[in-house]
């Protein structure tokens, strides 16, 4: 009883889920996807554009230091959340495609020249595949994808094989293909004895697990807001 009490309470910070579809309560389970918003995160936005909204970083006025403040505030917070060193370090994106998308792009042409290797794996989502996938046709660079056992998890001898001689490893912390959770800070190893740059997917951790990028030792991290409430 107590439970679904419980259950009722944190329903109702939902407001989405006071809908009736097809004349029933409405069960979201698409979280994976994008999970939906509490009301506290609907009104913190709402607020934010009924009396702070301004340019931040650019006004220098009552409004735009408010909203920088809050915006650096959020920044920090997020730091703290992933153990980052410094909020320094955090770059806002929409989310983890345009992260993985900004890297590809910006790492990927500033360290690949025509014969390089940039290295992937099997379970990666589409994210985390066509971006270095394309990147490296453009450039002419050597696109390697790492082959998953039939128990799911990175073949390591195969690993091993297609890190020798790599510029970027790139891969996925927890897998929206196959639910594995990969050994996120042995592989980043691994991948730093063989002078690889390591970028981890963490659309899937981020949400269900604590996550110490200093911890991992990557070297870059994305994640997505949208898939955390
Ligand atoms: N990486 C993984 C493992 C995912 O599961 C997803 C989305 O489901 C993404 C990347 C892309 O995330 P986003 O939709 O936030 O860009």
New binding site residues.
Partial sequence: MEDLLELERIRSDFPILSRLIHGRRLVYLDN???TQKPRQVIEAISNYYSYFNSNVHRSPHTLGEEATQAYEEARAKLARFVHAPRSDTLIFTK????ALNLLAYSLGYHLLRRGDKVVVTEME?H??FVPWQQVARRIGAVFEVVNVTDDGDIDEDDLDRKLEGAKIFSF?H???VLGTVTNVKRLTDIAHQKGCVVVV?G??SVPHMPVDVQSIGCDFYAF?G??ML
Wanted: proline share 0%; aromatic share 0%.
């Fill in positions: 994976a996807a994008t989310n983890t495609t345009e989502h994210s985390n996925t927890v897998s929206n997917d659309a899937q997505s949208h898939k």
